[in-house]
């Protein structure tokens, strides 16, 4: 092999090159199956048993559960004059919430009420926590429906346990398949309900003995069944953690003086277990007797004892099987509780909490709450239940008439959104001495809830029309209610 040439030498001369010592030789004596740790990027997920517990938090817990589901389930089916009371008609284009009509061009209360619920939902967990997701959150509402219908089943968790760990029996088969029956007969009654929303739910109803629903609402009836299965049944506190992102962002709105659901370490530490009469302060132990009952309780399975957790949901299930424990030890309640962080670093008592409620950031979130809500109350009370719309006829700009007046073509659609039928009467002004002709009389009767297109010619004399447009106005008004007037501007082009 030839040598290397003094170009390459000299390039390869002064690069430094960092010698990497070999791998030491594997020792003999130790195992293989040592010597490599598997580092795994996801943790298993662990299936969460809660225990079922009473208490007030429990009983507030399902009082919420109930008033909820009332209204999801009962409000379709109530009826407001002649139909229904909440529906969403996407194919007419029309929404009715109790006594009011919405159009799509009223999209923007849609929007007014997104923007309600979130400043709602900020101004409440700033003051009291994740509250709404212990207590009214679809998601924690149907997980605890669920959860009531395994306990009634298959019993409390200590039983859901021992089931689970057993291999497959006729019992076993016979206890998972009523339990899954059920789960997706409220599933499926639910995806009913959903779109009853949208379709009137009792045409539904008539249908459902031959189940002839059309493909979309056959869709969404077993797409929203199956989310409430899977998500309740199935996924539970996997929604909260890594679903749900208000879980990821509700820190930001949480302060000093938050009320949130604490462990009182000071108190309760150290931790340990002992008779129910022992003198447990000479022994230097603390309150908590390590029972681990708080943990067993709680549906996401973390334990409060760790301190403030993303995954909290506020429920107060922790309280209450703490305050049973300490009930039954004879201690003071209140070892785990809804306080503050200012309160458990005594800074003030227990009993001014409330004294703290006001403050800036709660003041800034109720003050842009105030103002939207205000805003679309006025809006509301003030809405015109009559909508017209007006559009030239683009055929024919101008036509002069036999007796030398110059005429346009309008077309006039006026849309009642009220629930009586109403009279109306076209005018129009702007121009000198205008002329309305309509092409059904003078007055224009339009069911409840109903629309009438109407064709209507303006004249006007030559001399009070100059070359190019000029803007007129129509006004419709109510021959039968006089507070309903429209006035509705548009464009008359003369010579």
Known sequence: MSSPSPIMTQSFKNIPIKVVPAAPAPDPAVPASEEV????????????????????????????????????????????????????????????????????????????????????????????????????????????????????????????????????????????????????????????????????IRELADKLPSLSYGPWETFWILFYGFATYGNAGWMREQVCKYMCPYARFQSVMFDPDTLLISYDAERGDPRGSRRKDADYKSEGLGDCIDCKVCVQVCPVGIDIRDGLQYECIACGACIDACDSIMDKMNYPRGLI??????????????????????????????????????????????????VVNVTRDRNTLTRETDEGLYENSYRIQIQNTDELPHRFAIRADGLPDLRVITDHGEVISVPANGTAVVGVRVQAEPQHVSRGSKKIYFEVQSADDLTLKVKEKASFIGR
Request: hydrophobic content about 50%; charged content about 15%; proline content about 5%.
């Open 337 to 386: 509780r809804y306080t503050t962080e200012n309160a458990l670093a005594h800074k003030y008592p227990d009993s001014q909490i409330v004294n703290h409620i006001v403050r800036p950031r709660v003041v800034m979130y109720s003050a842009a709450l105030l103002i939207v809500t205000a805003g679309v109350v006025f809006s509301l009370l003030t809405k015109s239940p009559i």
């Open 37 to 200: 740790e598997l580092v795994k990027l996801y943790a298993a997920a662990k299936k969460v048993y809660p225990r079922w517990i009473n208490g007030r938090f429990t009983q507030w817990r399902w009082f919420w559960v109930v008033a909820t589901q009332l209204f999801f389930y009962g409000v379709p089916w109530l009826q407001w004059n002649e139909r229904q009371m909440m529906l969403f008609d996407l194919v007419e284009r029309k929404f009715y919430v109790f006594g009011l009509v919405f159009l799509p061009q009223d999209f923007i209360y849609l929007t007014a009420l997104l923007l309600m619920s979130a400043l709602g939902l900020f101004v409440w967990t700033s003051i009291g926590g994740r509250l709404w997701c212990g207590y009214s959150c679809p998601q924690t509402v149907y997980t605890e429906i669920f959860l009531w219908i395994e306990k009634l089943v298959e019993g409390d968790r200590n039983a859901r346990i021992k089931l689970d760990a057993a291999p497959l029996s006729p019992r076993k088969f016979r206890l998972k398949l009523t339990k899954h029956a059920l789960w997706i007969a409220l599933a499926l009654w639910t995806g009913f309900t959903f779109v009853g929303y949208f379709t009137p």
